[in-house]
C-alpha cells in the first residue's frame, strides 16, 4: 500500500510552505510571482496580484495561512463547478468530446487533437482524459475558475467597447449569469467606452467633418480639421456630439445583449445544438441591426451636434427637438439603410478575420493554452480594422444622409443613398469614399488600450477578477 492521500488542508499547507521561502509564515507578492514561475502553473501576468488581491482579508499586503487556505477553498468550489459544467456525462473525468463541446459552445470549431493537446498539458496519468484532481491541480493557483475566464482566449470577447459599434456580444455562462457576474462585466465594458470615447472624441468629430465638408475643392487635412475646429469654437469644441455617443452606450448595449440572446434561442431552439460562426454571425448581426434601429435617432443628433457651429444647440434635448421641429419624425433615420447594410461586411469579416487570426496563432503555438490578452486584444484590432474597412463607404454615405437632411432646401431624390454613392464616386473617385479614414484608424489603438486599462481597473472595483 502506498501513503495516504493528503488530506486538502495538508495538500494546501504544503503549498503555502513551497511558495513561502523565508519561512516567515507570510507569502508576498514576489514569492508569489516566483512561486506560480517555479511551479510552472500556466497563468496571466497578473496573477500574483489578483490570488493576493483576492485572499488578503486584513490588507497588510501579505498572505499567511489562513488567508491562503481560506482563499484555495473557495476557489476550489468554483472549481468544482466549472468541471462540472465540463464533465457532460457526469463520469468525472473530462475528454476531448466535452472539451469540443465546450469550445463550439463558444462558437470555435476546434480538432480533435487541438482538444488532446488542452487535455495533455493537465493530464499527468497519459489517459488523454482529465479527472477531478488533475483539473484542481492545474488550475488551483489560476486565478480563472469560470468556464468563461478560464477557455475566454478561444472566443471573440467584444464586452471591450473601442469606440464604434461592434456587432457581435460576448456570451455568458450560467455560473456568470447566477451571480450577477454579467452585469458587473457589463457596466465594467460600458463605462471603458465612455472613457475611451471620451479621449478620443476630437479624432471622431474630424472624422465627421471629413466625411460630410472634405472634397477634392475644400481638402480638409488632419491639422487643418483641428485648428479650425478650435478656432471656430475653442477647444471645448473639440468634444462637441461626445456626449451623446456616450450615453448612447448603456441602452445600444443592453437593446444588442438582451436580443442577442432571445435571437439565439430561437436559432439553436430546434436542434439543441450550440450555435456555430454562421449562427453566432446571424446572431449577432440581428441583434446589432435591433439596438441599432432603436438608438439610431441618437446616430443622426451626434452627428448634427459634430457638424453643428458654436451657440447652434445649446443641449442634446435642443438639438432633437429643433429636429422634430423642422424636419419632422422621419429625419431622425435619415441613413437607417446605409447603417444597416453597413452592419453586414462589418459582423461578417469582423468575426471571420479574428476566428482565423486566432486559430493561427493557436495552431504555431499550440503548445500553450492561453495566447494572453495582448495577443487577442491585436487580433481583435486587426479584425476590427478590416471589417470597417469594408463597411466605411456605407458609414461615409450614412453620414451625409444625415447631415443632408439639414440643408435648405432639401432635396430627398438628391441625397438617396444611390444617388450620393454615384456623386460621390464621379466628383470625388475611389479614394471620396474613404474620407475621414485617418483619424478614424489614428483613434483605434488609443481606444482599445484605454479601453482595457478602464476595464480592468473598473472589473476590480466592481469585484470582477481579471482575465
Known amino acids: 500500500m502506498g501513503p495516504p492521500a493528503m488530506t486538502s488542508e495538508e495538500r494546501m499547507r504544503e503549498l503555502f510552505e513551497r511558495l513561502d521561502t523565508d519561512g516567515n509564515g507570510q507569502i508576498d507578492i514576489e514569492e508569489l510571482r516566483a512561486g506560480l514561475q517555479l511551479l510552472g502553473t500556466p497563468v496571466q501576468e497578473n496573477a500574483g496580484e489578483v490570488i493576493l488581491r483576492a485572499g488578503d482579508t486584513n490588507k497588510d499586503g501579505k498572505l499567511d495561512l489562513e488567508e491562503f487556505t481560506r482563499y484555495l477553498k473557495e476557489h476550489e468550489k468554483k472549481l468544482r463547478l466549472t468541471f462540472k459544467s465540463l464533465d457532460r456525462n457526469n463520469d468525472g473525468r473530462i475528454d476531448a468530446s466535452e472539451i469540443l463541446h465546450a469550445m463550439e459552445h463558444l462558437g470555435l470549431h476546434i480538432t480533435l487533437t487541438q482538444a488532446e493537446n488542452i487535455l495533455k498539458s493537465m493530464d499527468k496519468d497519459n489517459t488523454i482524459q482529465v479527472d477531478w484532481n488533475e483539473w484542481r491541480d492545474f488550475y488551483l493557483l489560476n486565478p480563472a475558475s469560470s468556464v468563461q475566464e478560464i477557455l475566454q482566449y478561444w472566443k471573440h470577447t467584444t464586452v471591450l467597447d473601442v469606440g464604434d459599434s461592434l456587432t457581435v456580444p460576448d456570451e455568458f455562462t450560467e455560473e456568470e449569469r447566477t451571480t450577477g457576474l454579467w452585469w458587473r462585466q457589463l457596466v465594467a465594458g460600458g463605462g471603458a467606452g465612455a472613457v475611451s470615447r471620451t479621449c478620443t472624441a476630437p479624432l471622431d468629430r474630424l472624422k465627421v467633418i471629413m466625411q460630410v465638408k472634405s472634397s477634392r475643392s475644400n481638402h480638409i487635412g488632419l491639422i487643418g480639421g483641428l485648428r479650425t475646429m478650435v478656432r471656430e469654437?475653442?477647444?471645448?469644441?473639440?468634444?462637441?456630439?461626445?456626449?451623446?455617443?456616450?450615453?448612447?452606450?448603456?441602452p445600444e448595449t443592453a437593446i444588442k445583449f438582451t436580443s442577442y440572446e432571445q435571437i439565439k434561442k430561437l436559432i439553436g431552439s430546434e436542434s439543441g445544438k450550440p450555435l456555430g460562426i454562421a449562427e453566432r454571425f446571424m446572431s449577432g448581426s440581428l441583434a446589432g441591426?435591433?439596438?441599432?434601429?432603436?438608438?439610431?435617432?441618437?446616430?443622426?443628433?451626434k452627428t448634427r451636434l459634430a457638424l453643428g457651429q458654436t451657440g447652434e444647440y445649446t443641449s442634446i434635448v435642443d438639438c432633437g427637438r429643433k429636429i422634430l421641429q423642422r424636419q419632422g419624425l422621419r429625419a431622425f433615420y435619415k441613413g437607417y439603410m446605409p447603417n444597416i447594410l453597413g452592419i453586414i461586411?462589418?459582423?461578417?469579416?469582423?468575426?471571420?478575420?479574428?476566428?482565423?487570426?486566432?486559430n493561427r496563432w493557436l495552431q504555431k503555438h499550440n503548445e500553450r493554452v492561453n495566447p494572453g490578452v495582448f495577443v487577442l486584444l491585436g487580433c481583435a484590432t486587426a479584425s476590427s480594422t478590416c471589417g470597417q474597412l469594408a463597411s466605411y463607404p456605407l458609414v461615409l454615405v450614412r453620414t451625409r444622409m444625415q447631415a443632408a437632411a439639414s440643408q435648405q432646401p432639401f432635396d430627398a431624390k438628391q441625397v438617396s443613398m444611390s444617388n450620393l454613392f454615384r456623386s460621390i464616386w464621379r466628383n470625388e473617385g475611389f479614394s471620396g469614399l474613404y474620407r475621414g479614414l485617418v483619424p478614424n484608424f489614428m483613434k483605434v489603438i488609443p481606444a482599445v488600450g484605454i479601453s482595457y486599462v478602464v476595464y480592468e481597473n473598473i472589473k476590480r472595483t466592481l469585484g470582477v477578477g481579471s482575465h
Do not use: C, F, H
Not at 461586411?345 to 486566432?358: C, F, H, N, R, S
Open 233 to 250: 469654437g475653442g477647444l471645448k469644441s473639440l468634444w462637441r456630439g461626445n456626449g451623446v455617443n456616450v450615453v448612447k452606450i448603456a
Open 345 to 358: 461586411p462589418y459582423a461578417g469579416i469582423d468575426l471571420a478575420i479574428y476566428e482565423t487570426l486566432k
Open 289 to 301: 441591426a435591433t439596438a441599432q434601429t432603436v438608438i439610431y435617432p441618437m446616430e443622426v443628433v
